[in-house]
């Protein structure tokens, strides 16, 4: 089952002439973890908000959970911590999840039976008497998180969860992620911190200046590079030089060396004249590009088309 669909979605702001989102078409099945990333003023936001009712499209269309975005029974499935939220600081934790899964409509007794359990899960079960005024950045978003759970719902949007979190910090995001995830929760992040978005996320696509330019599972935008890093037990010189015959190129460190090779029968070629000059071999390995040097390349290719 598809968790949301969009067509063509389009949204032009008219009072800044500036095109936030152009044609855009993306699908995502239920149970995933899926990232929307971009740079800054991609359109992330734009879409998410029109995902929810916020906005709307200046042309068209989309689905959640199978139904048009004018259901409003399908907003009691979705659960939403917007970015940059501002709660108001006098409230205490708790008192936090209470007001807005009122808000949302929960009755008294959901609530009562939700909190603890998703409180644990962030774990904030200690800070729920505690004014928020007290929280760090990672508390908040972790309590934002729970915010977004008390209606159940089974989608869950997230715009920038991690930003401005410390490494632990996202690391316990993270964690509670996974959780929901196993829980069949489908996950929308927004994001701009790909790193983050390479742990977690099963199927992810690129936005750049309203345009989808790319889009799949981690892996496939990951795909192996050319490049082999060899660490030996030292190579001298005179060897290296031996070996730029079957390289496209050839890096030399000091116990290790980097060859682009145009196939795996030059690495095999390349072993072969290391163990030919006695060169010991303590491993090999394949260069994996990472999901942010795969991000600037294509950004890049978009700005020469
Ligand atoms: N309410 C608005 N009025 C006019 N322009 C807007 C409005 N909201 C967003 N924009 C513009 O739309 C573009 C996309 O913004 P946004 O969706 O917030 O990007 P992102 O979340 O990827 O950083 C930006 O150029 C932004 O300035
Ligand atoms: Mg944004």
Redesign the pocket.
């Known amino acids: 089952m598809l968790a949301l669909e969009t067509q063509d979605l389009t949204k032009i702001?008219r009072?800044?002439k500036?095109t936030?989102l152009d044609g855009v078409s993306l699908a995502v099945d239920t149970g995933h973890i899926f990232g929307l990333l971009?740079p800054?003023?991609?359109?992330?936001?734009?879409l998410i908000k029109i995902l929810l009712g916020i906005l709307y499209p200046t042309s068209g269309s989309a689905r959640i959970l199978e139904h048009p975005l004018n259901n409003i029974q399908v907003k009691e499935k979705i659960g939403y911590l917007p970015e940059n939220h501002r709660y108001p600081e006098f409230l205490k934790g708790g008192q936090v999840l209470d007001y807005f899964a009122r808000l949302s409509g929960v009755s008294m007794q959901d609530i009562q039976k939700r909190k603890p359990a998703l409180l644990e899960m962030v774990n904030l079960l200690e800070w729920q008497n505690t004014k928020i005024k007290k929280y760090s950045k990672g508390m908040l978003q972790r309590l934002g998180m729970a915010q977004a759970m008390m209606n159940d719902p089974d989608i869950l949007f997230l715009d920038e969860p991690t930003d401005g979190v410390d490494p632990i910090g996202r690391r316990a995001i993270r964690d509670v992620l996974r959780r929901l995830q196993s829980e069949g929760k489908t996950i929308f992040i927004?994001s701009h911190l790909l790193s983050e978005v390479e742990m977690i996320c099963d199927q992810v696509a690129i936005l750049d200046k309203g345009r989808l330019v790319s889009s799949g599972t981690v892996e496939e935008l990951t795909s192996p590079s050319k490049k082999y890093r060899f660490q030996t037990v030292g190579i001298p010189d005179d060897v290296v030089a031996k070996l730029k015959p079957f390289a496209l190129k050839i890096e030399h460190y000091n116990n290790s060396l980097e060859a682009t090779c145009a196939n795996f029968y030059s690495v095999n070629d390349i072993i072969d004249c290391l163990r030919a000059n006695n060169v010991v071999i303590k491993s090999i390995v394949p260069h994996k590009r990472t999901l942010e040097e795969s991000f600037i390349e294509i950004l890049k290719k978009d700005v020469i088309n």
């Open positions: 702001f009072s800044g500036v936030a971009g800054n003023g991609a359109g992330k936001t734009t927004n």
